[in-house]
C-alpha cells in the first residue's frame, strides 16, 4: 500500500510507521485466527457442549435421547459396577504409564547418548511403525497371542505344556497399552536427553562417583519435564482407550473406553452414556491439575 | 569430552533397547509373514501365496472402503492444512490474552482422548439431524487434524528469522504479500511434510470414525475392526499389511521430505519442529 504511506506529509517517520504497520498486520493476523477458531468453537467446543447438556437428559420410550434436567444418569453411575470398572481403568492407565516410562528411559538414553550417527535412522525406526495403523498393531498381537497364533502352538511343540491363555488377561490389555502408546514417552524424554548437556554427566561421574548415583542426581532431573510430559501424553489416551481390551481382553479386563463405545453403538443409551463421557473428562481434568500442581512445584523446589 | 563418555556404555540400557525393537517389530513381522502364507493357519507356514491379497484385491466391498479411506483423507489433509497454517500464523503473531486463550482452545483436541471426541461429534452431527456418512467422517477428522498442523507449522515459524519477513515489508510489500511472497515459500517442506502425516493419520484412524461413520460405505479401519471381531485370520493379515506398508511410505516421505529442501536439516524437525531461534 505505497499509497498509504505517500499521505503522510510531516509525520515523524521514526514513529509513525510501526506503529501503522502493526495496526494493519494485526488486522491480517486476526483475520487469519477468525475462521479456524470458529471452526473448533463450532465443532469442537459445540459438540462437548452437547455431551456435557445431554448427561443431565434421558432416554425416552421409544429410545430416542432427550435433554432434561436430571441428575438420575450420575447417580446410576454411582454404584460398585460402574466404581470397580473405572478404578480397574484408572489402574490399567497407571501401569501403563509406569511400566512405558521404565521401558522408554533406557531406549531414549541409549538412542540419545550412545546411538552416533544412527541416532535420527533409530528413532525414525520407532516413529513409523507407531504412527501407521494402530488398529492393525493392535491385531497384530492379538493374532501373535491367540490360542492358534505362533507363541501358543510353540509352546505346545515343546511339550511344555497346553499352551497358555494370554487373551483376556489383564497382562495382556496392558501390555497393548503399553505397545500402543509407548512412542509419546519415547520422543519428549529423547527430546530432553538430547537438549542436555552431556558434560553434566561427566562432571557428575567426577563429583558422585558411580553412575547409579550421577544418573540420580544429574541426568534424571535435568530431564524430568521430558519424563513428566511423556508421562501425561501416555495417560491420557491410555485412560480412554477401549481398543486394546476389546480385542485383547474380554468382559472381564474392559475399561472405561469400552462401556463408553457400548452406550453409544450398543446399548443406546446416550444419556447415561453421555454422564459417563463427562465423569471420565471431569476425572482427569482434576489428575491433570493435580499432576501439573505438583511437578511444577517439584521443578521450582529443585532450582 | 565425547571419548571418556563412551568408554564404558550402560549394558542395561543398550540391552532394553534391543529388547525393545525385538518387541516391536515381532509382531508385525508375524502379521506380514502370515500374510503369504498359503493356508489358513496363523502358526505354521506352508508355502509362499499371494492368494489373500487376490482375494482383497477382488472384494468390492472392501475396495470401496478402501477408496472412501483414501478420500477422507486427501478432504482431511487439505482442509486441516489450510485451516491448521492460518491458525499458527495467526497464533505467533497475535501475542496477546486473547491469542493464548485461543490457542489453548485449539490445542484441545490434543489432550482429548479419542473417545471423548468420538462421542461429542456423533451427538453434534446426530444433533443436527445430519445423517451419517463419509461427510460426517471427514468433518470430524478435519477438526483433529487441524491441531497437528498447527503444532507442526509453529514449530516451523519458531524457527524462522523474522527479519526475513521485515525486509519483505520494507522493499514495500503489504503484510498479505509478505506472508504470501516470503513466509509461505519457507513454510512449504513443513507444509507438505505435515500434509502427508495427517494422511496417514487419519488414513488409519480408526476411532474417530468408528463413532462418525454411516454404514455404507465404511471406511477401511472401520470395516478391518469389524471382521478382526469375527476371530483373526489371513485376509486381514494382506489387508493389515497393506496398510502398514502404505502408512510407514507415507510417514517416511514426511520425515524425509525437509531433507530434500534443506539438506542440513534432520529428519525429524517435523516432530520436534527444529531448532529453536
Known sequence: MATDQAVRPGAQPEARPPRRRSGQRTRLWGTLLALPTAWIVGFFVASMVIVVLLSFGRTQADGKPVFGRTTANYEALWNDVYLQLFLRSLGYAVATTLICALIAYPVAYAIALYGGRYKNVLIAAIVVPFFASYLIRMYAWSALLSDEGIVNSAIKGTDLGDGVQFLNTPYAVIGGLVYGYIVFMILPVYASLERMDVSLIEAGKDLYHGPLRTFLAVTLPATRAGLFGGMLLVFLPALGDFVSAQLLGGPSTYMIGNLIQQQFLEGQNWPLGSAMTVSMMVALTLLMIFYLRGTSTRARELQ | ?277
Open chain 2, 1 to 277: 569430552m565425547s571419548t571418556r563418555r563412551v568408554e564404558r556404555r550402560p549394558a542395561a540400557a543398550v540391552t532394553i533397547t534391543v529388547l525393545f525393537f525385538a518387541w516391536l517389530y515381532l509382531p508385525i513381522a508375524a502379521v506380514v509373514l502370515f500374510s503369504f502364507n498359503s493356508v489358513k493357519s496363523l502358526s505354521t507356514f506352508e508355502g509362499f501365496s499371494t492368494r489373500w491379497y487376490s482375494d482383497f484385491f477382488h472384494d468390492s466391498t472392501l475396495i470401496t472402503s478402501l477408496s472412501a479411506s483414501l478420500l477422507i483423507a486427501s478432504v482431511a489433509a487439505v482442509a486441516s492444512l489450510v485451516l491448521g497454517t492460518m491458525l499458527a500464523l495467526g497464533l505467533d503473531r497475535v501475542r496477546s490474552r486473547s491469542g493464548r486463550a485461543v490457542g489453548a482452545v485449539t490445542l484441545m483436541p490434543l489432550v482429548t482422548p479419542e473417545i471423548v471426541t468420538g462421542v461429542a461429534a456423533l451427538l453434534f452431527f446426530t444433533g443436527l439431524s445430519m445423517k451419517l456418512s463419509l461427510v460426517t467422517v471427514m468433518l470430524a477428522e478435519i477438526t483433529f487434524s487441524i491441531a497437528y498442523v498447527t503444532v507442526i507449522v509453529r514449530g516451523r515459524l519458531a524457527a524462522m528469522d523474522p527479519q526475513v519477513e521485515e525486509a519483505a515489508r520494507d522493499l514495500g510489500c503489504t503484510p498479505f504479500q509478505a506472508l504470501r511472497k516470503v513466509t509461505l515459500p519457507t513454510l512449504v517442506p513443513a507444509l507438505l511434510g505435515a500434509g502427508l502425516l495427517v494422511f496417514a493419520l487419519v488414513f488409519d484412524d480408526f476411532v474417530l470414525a468408528f463413532f462418525t461413520t454411516g454404514v455404507d460405505p465404511q471406511p477401511l479401519p472401520v470395516r478391518i475392526y469389524s471382521s478382526i471381531r469375527f476371530g483373526v485370520s489371513p485376509a486381514i493379515n494382506a489387508v493389515g499389511t497393506l496398510m502398514l506398508a502404505f502408512s510407514a511410505l507415507l510417514i517416511v516421505a514426511a520425515l524425509l521430505l525437509p531433507r530434500l529442501f534443506h539438506r542440513r536439516s534432520s529428519s525429524l524437525d517435523l516432530i520436534t519442529g527444529g531448532e529453536r531461534r
